[in-house]
């Protein structure tokens, strides 16, 4: 497992913009593949995007495909969610993801990452 700690997070309008970072520790950043998942009160911890270990091919929750965008930089170890148009049902804490994987471009499954960050609470106001 690896190490993720997100930053970033914060009060914004409705409409408009964050970007969460996660970044980890140590040189194996680049044998992982990542996400951003995020939890509500009272609701279930939901996907929101991934990317594979080269950064070529992503995937995205519906929910909210076309206003967000994550993107990677494997010589800093880091991950980024970049969120625009916020509304304020994407209130929530924000959790970067992780999980080893033998394929560069291959982005996982929801349910195969392994290890967790603490998460950044991303609050949304009407």
């Known amino acids: 497992q690896v190490h993720l700690v997100e930053s970033g997070g914060g009060l914004v309008q409705a409409g408009g913009s964050l970007r969460l970072s996660c970044a980890t520790s140590g040189r194996t950043f680049s044998s992982y593949a990542m996400g951003w998942f995020r939890q509500a009160p009272g609701k279930e911890r939901e996907f929101v995007a991934g990317?594979?270990?080269?950064?070529?091919?992503?995937n995205y929750a519906d929910s909210m495909k076309g206003r967000v965008a994550i993107s990677r930089v494997n010589a800093k170890n880091t991950v980024y969610l970049q969120m625009n148009s916020l509304k304020p049902e994407d209130t929530a804490l924000y959790y970067c993801?992780?999980?080893?994987?033998?394929?560069?471009?291959?982005?996982?499954?929801?349910?195969?990452?392994?290890?967790w960050g603490q998460g950044t609470q991303v609050t949304v106001s009407s």
């Open positions: 993801a992780a999980i080893r994987m033998l394929f560069e471009a291959a982005v996982p499954a929801r349910s195969e990452y392994d290890s």
């Open positions: 990317i594979s270990r080269n950064g070529d091919n992503a």
